[in-house]
DNA sequence: ACGTGCATGTAAAGCGTTACATGATTAC
DNA sequence: GTAATCATGTAACGCTTTACATGCACGT
């Protein structure tokens, strides 16, 4: 499928970046949805300029430091947008090795179980409140049209994703404390 | 990680079951956080043999058919529960093509980007009727102790999961349409 | 001077999917 | 009879992570 091809493709689409731009924008924003390390990423860019899709000029840091910034070309773009546009079917629901561990609870210990779920809570809760400082960072919702509609709508989504995950165990721990 | 191994474990631990009962039951309940081919299930269930954890009977089905009933060993028990036990950070947040797709729909056709969307929304309606389907299947919300109490929680969960999807494309779909 | 971050790569191992292969059982 | 399902395996390929490897730039 080389998803990860027009993950990249889509970034240097939007700005022309080094690997290592890429590999920080997986770090951040886009990690809510995709990612990738750089052992990956630069192979992979690799790839794409062999298919003529991206280029570079090497641009120099400091005195002596090469770094390689790629830009996207007419066929990159063509493609890229092909892609886009392309319909697609529903992904099976992502792997999840808490939920599976819930699925086996009754193997687990009354106390330990409350733990686990507890100790998931507080994690979740403090990912909410990363999210929502960086919602925090737009003044307004973006309108159709402006270029921060994307990061906006794929950030609230992660917040709305969050918060139903947060629901989900108050709802097991509820469950688990009755008699 | 090896967590293939403890999902199969834990389902030879709930009940003894061919590989094939295990690849049947990834594609029930179990998919909604974790699945498997049965080209992975095979070489897994081999490998747990070879670590003790589990063992087989051969049984006859028909005139010929052989096939392998597994069955937990106390090691695998004792193995399946430490790892049931254990701590986790929690994971990155899982791949999501479509979200990726919405990330960059400053290049999408508005018209074209309304599809989508609308396409999506359809599928995940559907996915929700189906689990919905399931869960009228319990006739009562199980009390803990119950064996049925880990089913119910990760059908709940999947199902607000879905219903959050649905909100979130439906938000996408308002900001989209305005002005 | 030293630590953190910038910058780029390769190698090996693990995980997962698709394809290749085969054959019996059961319900219609 | 024939189609769907039960049943078991291997091979090849692709994607992802971890580890190996190196070195500069910049702020304090």
Not at 88 to 104: A, V
Not at 146 to 174: F, H, P, S
Request: hydrophobic share 35%; aromatic share 10%; glycine share 6%.
């Amino acid at each position: 499928m080389r998803t990860l091809k027009y993950a990249i493709l889509g970034l240097i689409n939007k700005s022309p970046s080094t690997g290592y731009d890429i590999f920080k924008e997986f770090s951040d924003s886009l990690g809510n949805f995709w990612n990738a390390k750089h052992s990956q990423i630069y192979p992979e860019l690799k790839k794409l300029v062999e298919e003529e899709l991206i280029k570079y000029d090497v641009v120099i840091t400091g005195e002596v430091l090469e770094k390689k910034v790629y830009i996207i070309t007419e066929k990159g773009k063509e493609e890229f947008k092909s892609w886009l546009c392309k319909n697609e079917e529903i992904e099976p629901t992502p792997k999840d090795i808490f939920r599976l561990r819930m699925y086996f609870l009754k193997d687990i210990p009354k106390e330990r179980l409350l733990e686990l779920l507890e100790n998931q809570l507080q994690q979740r809760l403090e990912k909410i409140s990363h999210l929502i400082e960086k919602r925090n960072a737009f003044t307004e919702v973006p309108g159709f049209g402006e270029n921060e509609l994307g990061d906006y709508l794929v950030l609230e989504g992660a917040i709305m994703r969050e918060e139903t995950t947060v629901q989900w165990l108050e709802k097991c721990i509820e469950l688990c404390n009755e008699r």
